[in-house]
């Protein structure tokens, strides 16, 4: 998103929208194992699964999830604030979109972002024992039950889909927004060599 391309930048986010359209409204159960750190399109795939897991913190990892988008310069497309709204309800939903936190795996837990915190050893294993537990969901009852909670949403961002990416490409090809990308960036430059 830096000094893009624009044709480029234009087809990546025509993908970042597809990924979300066929992970969110995927007939199949799709469980999250979040073992690392989740931000902005990270934590966009887990809240399109069905269920998410994530490693607890430790003295040596200390993963995050969020949607920190403001802290770039940038927000949320209207389709991911809305999941996040849907997700944490609406006052946590706006202060996390506003402010850009990320959250630790607990205060995660605490606000309905992520399902189960688990050892980071545990996830994996986790995630496949609650899998085979989705599966065992009669496939037409849960299939139905998921569409009619999100079909509204992924209607929504067919309808809307050029608009929204030809919105998404005009905002992050604005100066100002370039500026606090290049700020970011440099930011995170320094911090690597120190």
Partial sequence: MHQPDIQR???FWWSVQQVYLDLYGSRLACIAAVQGH???AGCMLALSCDYRIM?????????????????LGIVAPP???????????????ELSLATGVLYSPEEALQIGLVDLVVPQDQVEATAVEVAAQWAKIPPGARVASKMMIRR?????LQ??????RDHFVKFVDNDKVQSSLTAYL?????KKKK
């Fill in 38 to 40: 989740a931000p902005a």
């Fill in 186 to 190: 440099e930011m995170l430059a320094k």
């Fill in 9 to 11: 930048l234009r087809a």
């Fill in 55 to 71: 490693a607890a913190s430790s003295d040596e990892h200390k993963p995050t999830i969020g949607l920190n988008e403001s802290k």
């Fill in 159 to 164: 309808a809307s889909r050029q608009e929204d």
């Fill in 152 to 156: 509204d949403r992924l209607d929504r």
């Fill in 79 to 93: 389709w991911l604030g809305q999941q996040m709204v849907d997700t944490v309800g609406r006052r946590t939903a």
